[in-house]
């Protein structure tokens, strides 16, 4: 086996298919997306390879193979996704989101070619000359909503939009990057997490939990996005905003409406904070929603079509607070008139003041009755109060009414409390009352010994209906006996003390009939144990018959050897076991098999036919270090080129004869030494004996071997 090689990204010049790999454009924990250049176009694409780091290690071949068996399948599993979900992306087509414009499969990975979109990123954009005026950030973001609405009709959600995966391009339009995140929104609880703090809200760090991802997940980050182009900052994580809920602490995220106030309208700022709700259901549900909450609202008639319900209250309570502080118009009086009128109203002035001061304390005195009876303080506060106010005025109706009115909530309080059981609160409340009315208080004080009284006999009847469950009948007799000395139901001591002679009889039968089911299942046990353990020791030897094959078949597909795979592939599957693992297998059989019957493309003899020239090459230009990268290093034809080499200042050599064949899938060609020359500038031709030599190359399933020569 190859040594495992460290550096995981593809190295600079490297070929995959026919692009050309020209650096690293960003990395991630699923993959690395590379700039590189079409060579049959000639012009430069961005390239996404499905690299999960903690799977995979690179080989020295740049092929990637996971690190163990264990992370087998769930690599496999993780591929075909990709391959799915990128197929998909193909599709979309519009301005402002990055066109995907391939897929294909190499190094036993997968590949998605975009359009590599050349400007300005959105992060730099916003910082210059202290952010971006609100129109444009308005145009950008509807632009952005446009394209990502398709991408959401299809049900996919993008999980990784943040400032540096928006481009402004030259012509000032923006356009969404970086689809390698892409999921189908789906809650499917396979799909890994992937979180970009502050931009990610708290249902993306729990996919396959109990929240789910959706078009609000995409909003939040939107939301966050603008949060940043306004205020400079990233957002508190969602992680942090938990913590704060958790505590019951304020929200440390600061609010839009606080942060850009002045510079932005009130509209704008509120529909940011509404796609930053931290719960799903306090955000926008679709793009539709929030994009009439960012567009301006002049021809609706009834306010913003999309609200936050939060954001909605908010600005109730600020326009409340707001008419509050209106100051009252107060009226002038002429200084001319004020001296004669103040001289005639001197004399009454003395008796006015005392009259209106009586007034005043009578007021105060039925506003504190009133609030302790709206506080539901009856008997502490509001009746001796409301007695005041009829010292004060015998006729007032009002606190008649009160008065009344207390007498009937706190009987009814008491009614409540002993239908509830609750006799410790009930007494207390009687007690109270019987204070203020003993009269009215003497048949609650009756009721509440009648109740205790049945509550008693039903809870010794309920305990000793329990004793007899329990099969505790003597402790059951003697709870009767006291309840009939008592003087409870006569009827209902007879019905218990009956439900006891049948369950003591029903006891013993029971008893009878369980030691002959104790005697059946001993025996039963015995011969099940046998039966269990033969059963094992066959399903021991199964289970280890069908990892043999399963192996085998795996070590025949490392080796290439297609029809022992097969072969080792049908073996497993006749043991007719339910495994995940099998049904990987057979697809990988089945995509080798299918590999090996298609015939080489034009590209791959393209590929060949470039090797077999690179050898041609380096033989004549006499560079022995880059034939020995070329061929296999079993080949004995570079001892000869370096004794020729030795020999002749210059060596003429033609390929010809180029092939593509099947069975295996490989090139052939013919190298021929046309003529040689010597120091002194006589030219020889080589003998037939080594003038002619046959050259192969193998298409293997992600890679090309070396050149057999």
Request: aromatic share 8%; glycine share 4%.
């Amino acid at each position: 086996m190859t040594a495992p090689d460290t550096h995981q990204a593809l190295t600079e010049g490297q070929t995959i298919q026919w692009y050309r790999v020209d650096r690293v454009l960003g990395r991630g924990g699923f993959g690395i997306t590379y700039l590189a250049t079409d060579n049959n176009l000639d012009h430069r694409v961005a390239i996404k390879e499905y690299l999960p780091a903690s799977l995979v290690q690179r080989r020295a071949d740049k092929s990637l193979w996971p690190v163990s068996e264990e992370s087998q399948t769930q690599y496999q599993e993780g591929l075909q996704r990709f391959l799915t979900e990128a197929r998909t992306l193909v599709k979309f087509r519009h301005p402002n989101i990055v066109r995907v414009m391939a897929v294909f499969e190499a190094n036993n990975t997968a590949y998605l070619v975009m359009e590599y979109e050349e400007g300005e990123r959105f992060k730099e954009a916003v910082s210059k000359a202290g952010g971006a005026d609100e129109l444009i950030l308005k145009n950008l973001m509807l632009s952005i909503i446009d394209g990502l609405e398709q991408v959401h009709q299809y049900g996919f959600i993008h999980r990784d939009i943040k400032p540096v995966n928006l481009i402004i391009r030259n012509d000032g339009s923006p356009v969404l990057l970086d689809f390698g995140a892409t999921r189908v929104a789906d809650g499917d609880a396979r799909h890994t997490s992937f979180v970009s703090v502050g931009y990610t809200p708290l249902e993306q760090y729990q996919e396959g939990a109990s929240l789910t991802v959706g078009p609000w997940t995409d909003i939040y980050s939107l939301g966050a996005t603008l949060y940043f182009a306004i205020s400079g900052e990233t957002p508190v994580s969602a992680v942090s905003r938990l913590a704060a809920l958790v505590k019951k602490s304020p929200d440390p995220l600061v609010a839009a409406t606080e942060i850009g106030h002045g510079r932005y309208s009130d509209a704008f700022l509120e529909a940011i904070d509404w796609a930053l709700q931290f719960k799903v259901d306090d955000r926008p549900q679709s793009l539709d929603q929030w994009r009439d909450a960012l567009q301006p609202s002049t021809l609706r008639s009834k306010g913003p079509a999309g609200t936050s319900p939060v954001l909605a209250a908010r600005r109730a309570a600020k326009k409340t607070k707001s008419a509050e502080k209106k100051p009252a118009r107060k009226k002038r009086w002429l200084a001319i008139l004020a001296i004669p009128l103040i001289a005639v109203l001197a004399a009454a002035g003395y008796q006015y003041l005392q009259e209106q001061a009586r007034q005043d304390e009578y007021n105060q005195l039925v506003a504190s009755a009133d609030k302790a009876f709206d506080d539901g303080d009856y008997l502490g506060d509001a009746r001796p109060l409301y007695l005041k106010v009829l010292d004060a005025q015998p006729q007032n109706q009002h606190a008649t009414e009160r008065l009344q009115s207390i007498n009937g909530r706190v009987e009814a309080a008491i009614s409540e409390r002993l239908s509830d059981g609750n006799f410790s609160v009930a007494e207390d409340l009687i007690n109270q009352y019987a204070e203020v009315e003993p009269q009215r208080a003497k048949p609650l004080q009756g009721k509440l010994q009648e109740v205790r009284r049945d509550s008693d006999f039903q809870s010794r009847f309920a305990e000793a209906e329990q004793q007899i469950d329990s099969g505790q009948y003597n402790q059951a007799r003697q709870q009767l006996a006291q309840l009939k000395s008592d003087g409870a139901k006569q009827s209902r001591v007879e019905a218990l003390e009956s439900r006891i002679r049948e369950a003591v009889q029903l006891r013993e039968e029971q008893q009878r009939t369980l030691e002959l089911q104790r005697e059946q299942r001993e025996q039963t046990r015995i011969n099940t144990e046998r039966r269990v353990a033969e059963a094992n020791e066959r399903q021991r030897k199964r289970r280890s018959d069908y990892q043999r094959f399963v192996s085998s078949a795996r070590l025949a597909l490392q080796n290439d050897n297609v029809a022992s795979a097969r072969k080792w592939l049908e073996s497993a599957k006749a043991m007719q076991i339910n495994d995940a693992d099998l049904t990987v297998l057979a697809t990988r059989v089945e995509a080798a098999e299918e590999f090996t019957q298609k015939p080489l493309t034009s590209y791959e003899v393209s590929y060949a036919r470039g090797q077999f020239n690179a050898l041609k090459r380096a033989i004549e230009v006499k560079n022995l270090a880059a034939i020995n990268e070329l061929i296999s290093p079993d080949s004995t034809k570079a001892r000869l080129f370096e004794t020729l080499f030795d020999r002749y200042t210059q060596i003429t050599v033609r390929v010809r004869d180029i092939e593509a064949k099947l069975n295996p899938k490989r090139v052939t060609a013919v190298l021929r030494i046309e003529k040689m020359a010597l120091p002194n500038g006589d030219v020889v031709y080589p003998s037939a004996s080594y003038r002619d030599s046959s050259l192969t190359i193998e298409r293997q399933r992600y890679s090309w071997s070396a050149i057999q020569w």
